[in-house]
T-cell receptor
């Protein structure tokens, strides 16, 4: 079953606003990944996190590996129209081989 | 050229038909995966393969089968398609330690079963 809870499920914002989304789990993770999916395309990796407390940026995107190792956050600053899409968190539970995925956050930006 | 390719990109078929979705990669990765995506459910793992001789069921393997013909090719089959298999299907590859075990996705196949 689903082991990751991602929120919010959808966001409607104005261009220029900042965005925050997160994923939580009852399990301990040793890897957190954040992907973006554009319409009609496969998910593309944005940021990868490997250590508890790690804070990593990729342009206007910043993601953090929670200290408890059970959560992760993604922030987008000063949103622009091309940020529209579905954002997925994914993680690897400690001791497991496979990734588990969140349900996705659909981001819509009003110009 | 794309590193992970999927064919076909779109397919409409009828209930009971046999369908094969194909995935090829030029990344040289040993590990390959098949996922399906449904609205609000994220990505769910159907099957995965860690090398040519290794096939494993994922969380939703019923109604599907796979074949790993070579390191670069991993195909997904629906032996007798049914309407609730209508979904977006993604293939993914995963490298080893040198790529921090990250997964790379193909562009997807949109399958509609009537």
């Amino acid at each position: 079953g689903q082991q990751l809870n991602q929120s919010p499920q959808s966001m409607f914002i104005q261009e220029g606003e900042d965005v925050s989304m997160n994923c939580t789990s009852s399990s301990i993770f040793n890897t957190w990944l954040w992907y973006k999916q554009d319409p009609g395309e496969g998910p593309v990796l944005l940021i990868a996190l490997y250590k508890a407390g790690e804070l990593t940026s990729n342009g206007r995107l910043t993601a953090q590996f929670g200290i408890t190792r059970k959560d992760s956050f993604l922030n987008i600053s000063a949103s622009i129209p091309s940020d529209v899409g579905i954002y997925f968190c994914a993680g690897r539970i400690q001791g497991a081989q496979k990734l588990v995925f969140g349900q996705g956050t659909r981001l819509t930006i009003n110009p | 050229d794309a590193d992970v390719t999927q064919t076909p990109r779109n397919r409409i078929t009828k209930t009971g038909k046999r369908i094969m979705l194909e995935c090829s990669q030029t990344k040289g990765h040993d590990r390959m995966y098949w996922y399906r995506q449904d609205p609000g459910l994220g990505l769910r793992l159907i099957y995965y393969s860690f090398d040519v001789k290794d096939i494993n069921k994922g969380e939703i393997s019923d109604g599907y089968s796979v074949s790993r013909q070579a390191q670069a090719k991993f195909s997904l089959s629906l032996e007798s398609a049914i309407p609730n298999q209508t979904a977006l299907y993604f293939c993914a590859t995963q490298g080893g330690v040198q790529t921090n075990n990250e997964q790379f996705f193909g562009p997807g196949t949109r399958l509609t079963v009537l």
